[in-house]
T-cell receptor, first 115, second 111 residues
Framework: AQSVTQLDSHVSVSEGTPVLLRCNYS??????LFWYVQHPNKGLQLLLK??????LVKGINGFEAEFKKSETSFHLTKPSAHMSDAAEYFC?????????????FGAGTRLTVKP | DGGITQSPKYLFRKEGQNVTLSCEQN?????MYWYRQDPGQGLRLIYY???????QKGDIAEGYSVSREKKESFPLTVTSAQKNPTAFYLC??????????FGQGTRLTVV
């Protein structure tokens, strides 16, 4: 069984300041982990993925995430927020990246960016 | 309990047949989406609908069709024109300014 918990339902930052969106996971297997972003009225877009290669994963738009097995975490960060980053972000865990019958989505974190 | 229901969880289809995947939501959401996941890739958008009787193609709509006759329902038909239909399919819905909810997915296998 596996699950994912996004620790904050809403995060608000000022433009130009760092972003931290927190995600903890639970998995019986070596998990695959993803971060997706959804802008208003758009579909999901994959930001980055971890599939047991390097623990620090770089994604699109300046985002990155670090897989920490000891802490069962996969937090998403960005050094400097941009207004266009305002969206909803989902952390996802899957037991098997190549056979995703058991994907689990976090509840989402809404990121607000203030001017 | 409010949520999204996809059925069935596993589906097998013979080559050359059309098959329809069900997605129902009781969340009163306007927007609904269909995604596909293949090995080694993230989710890709097939179709989405923001209102009843209207829908738009996503990134990989070829070989698929949808309908949105009711707000609660957004079925996806995988037609025989889809060259590689074996995949995991995920349905989602969202209110225009609210959270997105996801179904549990359907794994389609062509035999």
């Amino acid at each position: 069984a596996q699950s994912v918990t996004q620790l904050d339902s809403h995060v608000s930052v000022s433009e130009g300041t760092p972003v931290l969106l927190r995600c903890n996971y639970s998995s019986s297997y070596s998990p695959s982990l993803f971060w997706y972003v959804q802008h208003p009225n758009k579909g999901l877009q994959l930001l980055l993925k971890y599939t047991s290669a390097a623990t620090l994963v770089k994604g699109i738009n300046g985002f990155e995430a670090e897989f920490k097995k000891s802490e069962t975490s996969f937090h998403l960060t960005k050094p400097s927020a941009h207004m266009s980053d305002a969206a909803e972000y989902f952390c996802v865990v899957s037991a098997d990246f190549y056979n995703n019958n058991d994907m689990r989505f976090g509840a989402g974190t809404r990121l607000t960016v203030k001017p | 309990d409010g949520g999204i229901t996809q059925s069935p969880k596993y589906l097998f289809r013979k080559e050359g047949q059309n098959v329809t995947l069900s997605c129902e939501q009781n969340l009163n959401h306007d927007a609904m989406y269909w995604y596909r996941q293949d090995p080694g890739q993230g989710l890709r958008l097939i179709y989405y609908s923001q209102i009843v009787n209207d829908f738009q193609k996503g990134d990989i709509a070829e070989g698929y069709s949808v309908s949105r006759e009711k707000k609660e329902s957004f079925p996806l038909t995988v037609t025989s024109a889809q060259k590689n239909p074996t995949a995991f399919y995920l349905c989602a819905s969202s209110a225009m300014t609210g959270r997105t909810f996801f179904g549990q997915g359907t794994r389609l296998t062509v035999v």
